[in-house]
């Protein structure tokens, strides 16, 4: 019992060493040098819980999409109006990814190469896509009937919502360059970027 508690914790350590140079990273350059010395660990240990760096990924991924997922169908299932939906959901987006900057880029691949595994992420997070857009849109629907918002297809609106809160993740090499910025640099402007984007869309949604 004492092994395998002593195994689960070297297990997480590890998990949790590579989470942090896949962001520092990106998953391509990457080495598992990088995430035994992360870990405090050496290579032999590492690959004996591990044998690639693509499996660690995996585990990662899956638990980022998740939370990711989860998060989405916690807030859009909720009480909230939609003015609060809104905030939450772009907070709850920005948040994570500045947390995970890697994980659009991923995704992204992992839509083009196997959608089906995505959408099963997402029902095992308890928040299936099409489910999501469906319970968004009968709030958004009942808005615009009571002139609280102006008329706006759903589904327009979470696509407006969800790509100013993701794109800046997916370009920023580029935005990187372009503010003259670092990461850290990038970080403080996409805090600032819940604000906007928030206000934003608010602003776009008046009667």
Known sequence: ?????????????????????????????????????EAGINRALLHYYF?????????????????????????IGSEKNLEEKIRAIIEHEITILIAH???PIFVLQEVNQNPQRMLEHAQKAGAHPSMLLKKFSVQV???????IIRPIDPSQLLMNIMSMAIYPFIAKPILKTILETDDT?????????????????LQALKV
């Open 1 to 37: 019992m004492v092994k395998e508690k002593r195994d689960n914790q070297t297990e997480k350590a590890i998990l949790e060493a590579a989470d942090k140079v896949f962001t520092r990273k990106g998953f391509a350059a990457a080495r598992m040098e990088d995430i035994a010395k």
């Open 141 to 147: 629907k009942d808005d615009i009937k009571k002139q």
């Open 51 to 75: 044998r690639s760096k693509e499996k660690m990924f995996d585990l990662i991924f899956d638990q980022r999409v998740r939370e990711f997922f989860s998060g989405l169908g916690e807030i």
């Open 185 to 201: 640099g990038f970080e403080v402007v996409m805090k600032r970027r819940k604000k906007e984007v928030t206000e934003f869309i």
């Open 101 to 103: 900057p890697y994980l």
